[in-house]
């Protein structure tokens, strides 16, 4: 059974820094096509956030770019999101998520190119 854990989340002060992990169990990591990060606060639906495919391939939402950083180990067998300069607005559940097939037409920044998921994570900036 393929299990996906994410870790890292809490609390923090705006401006602060987080890195979430997210490991896989009962896949091996490199088998995924991609692999992405996504959120979900009350006031929001659930938002693409970052992607990462093939290692090399990376997208990010608009309003993390600079401040985000998606990446992998696959000796680890862990996807990982570095967060710098958060913002209250950056407060909610964050989820990993990984695609086991590529699609030509797939862009993998909507939760319906993606197989497997996390359980979530909480992260709360506060102002």
């Known amino acids: 059974q393929v299990q996906l854990i994410e870790s890292g989340g809490g609390l923090v002060q705006a401006g602060g820094s987080l890195r979430l992990s997210c490991e896989s169990s009962?896949?091996?990591?490199?088998?995924?096509?991609?692999m992405g990060w996504f959120r979900q606060s009350p006031v929001k639906d659930r938002e693409f956030v970052a992607s990462?495919?093939?290692?090399?391939?990376?997208t990010y939402l608009d309003s993390v770019k600079g401040r985000f950083t998606i990446s992998t180990d696959n000796a680890k067998n862990t996807l990982y999101l570095q967060m710098g300069s958060l913002k209250p607005d950056d407060t909610a559940v964050y989820f990993c998520?990984?695609?086991?097939?590529?699609?030509?037409?797939?862009?993998?920044?909507?939760?319906?190119?993606?197989?497997?998921w996390g359980q979530g994570t909480q992260v709360t900036v506060s102002s």
């Open positions: 998520a990984a695609a086991r097939f590529y699609r030509r037409e797939y862009l993998y920044t909507f939760e319906n190119e993606y197989s497997d």
């Open positions: 009962g896949r091996t990591f490199s088998t995924y096509y991609a």
């Open positions: 990462i495919r093939r290692i090399v391939d990376i």
